[in-house]
């Protein structure tokens, strides 16, 4: 006899819709960054629109890695009944997403 239980359908959708609005976050950081690289002018050497393309691209891709890893330890926790883990990666995402919206737009505001 094991102690996982088959959990209500509506728990493990839900777990998965957070699990593909991850994905789509990873998405949107792999567009940004590779936007930046690409578009952005914030210099002659166009070294900010670099490093910006470079962390909103490790941001992606930390994100994709992180959310599966979300989604399977949430699965376990509802299938056991148990509390659900605290995760930091709204926070990482969050963070990450505003150093780069401020490196953005002080190189632009000093440009």
């Known amino acids: 006899m094991t ?3 088959e959990p209500d359908y509506r728990f493990t959708l839900a777990n ?3 699990y593909l ?3 789509r976050t990873s998405l949107a950081c792999y ?3 590779l936007s930046a690289v690409q578009f ?3 210099g002659p050497d166009r070294w900010v629109a670099r490093i910006i393309g470079v962390i909103l691209v490790l941001a992606g891709i930390v994100t994709t890695g992180a959310a ?3 989604w399977q330890v949430n699965l376990i926790a509802i299938r ?3 509390a659900l883990p605290v995760t930091r990666l709204p926070l990482m995402l969050g963070a990450t997403i505003a150093v780069v919206g401020m490196i953005g737009l002080l ?3 000093w440009r």
Do not use: I, Q, V, W
Request: charged share 40%; glycine share 16%.
């Open 31 to 33: 567009a940004g960054g």
């Open 40 to 42: 952005l002018d914030l």
């Open 21 to 23: 609005a991850y994905l």
């Open 3 to 5: 102690d996982e239980e």
């Open 68 to 70: 599966f890893r979300r």
């Open 107 to 109: 190189f632009s505001l």
């Open 16 to 18: 998965e819709r957070t």
């Open 80 to 82: 056991r009944g148990g």
